[in-house]
Structures are given as C-alpha cells and as structure tokens.
C-alpha cells in the first residue's frame, strides 16, 4: 500500500511554519500500528504550496488517501521520482519556486 498520511481527512491543515516544532499525529487522530513485521517508508516532502497528486494516482479516501500503485509506477517510470512530488496548487511564488520541493524518506522497521 501507498498512502497520503498528511494531509487527510481528519486534518487537512498541513501549512507548516519555519522554526516551529511540528508532531504528528496530531491530537484526535487515531492511528494503530502493528504488524506484520517488514520495512515501512515515510516519504516527508515540504513546497511553498499545496500539492496535487492526482497524476501521480492519488485517490481520495478517509481517513487516509492511497495512491493507485499501477498508476503511481507508470508515473514514475515515465517522469522520474518528481512525479511522486505532485504538482504545486494556488503558488503565488514564481514558476521555479513553485516547482520546487524538499523530501526525505525514513525506514521504519518492524521487528517481532
């Protein structure tokens, strides 16, 4: 599976604000992890405005959205991990600031 952790539709605020500590999950969401043992990714992408993943095959769910695995591979193989970054939504920066992103990627592993 591939979701769409942050924003969802439990909090859909995820403006951010530099130099102030951000922890998740929030208060109210209500999350359970356990299980099977294996490697989990949490891919954490940062932009100046909302993104759109639509192309990359995000679809709409509650509380978390998951993307189409067939059609985020497609997207992929054909545009590279920036397809993956989504696309910038209501920028009031310039074009290349509007494009641009920062992204880390953590393994989470489970063990028994």
């Not at 356990?34 to 769910?61: E, H, M, Q, W, Y």
Request: charged share 20%.
């Amino acid at each position: 599976h591939f979701y769409q952790l942050f924003p969802n539709a439990i909090d859909a605020n995820n403006r951010i604000t530099a130099g102030v500590d951000l922890s998740l999950p929030r208060p109210g969401w209500t999350m359970v992890a356990g299980g099977p043992a294996g490697t989990n990714r949490l891919l954490a992408i940062v932009a100046p405005s909302p993104r759109d993943f639509g192309d990359a095959g995000l679809r709409k769910a509650s509380p978390f959205s998951e993307f189409d695995l067939r059609e985020a591979a497609r997207v992929y193989a054909r545009d590279g991990p920036r397809a993956l970054a989504g696309k910038a939504v209501g920028c009031r920066e310039s074009a290349d600031a509007c494009a641009s992103f920062g992204a880390a990627m953590l393994e989470l592993r489970e063990v028994n």
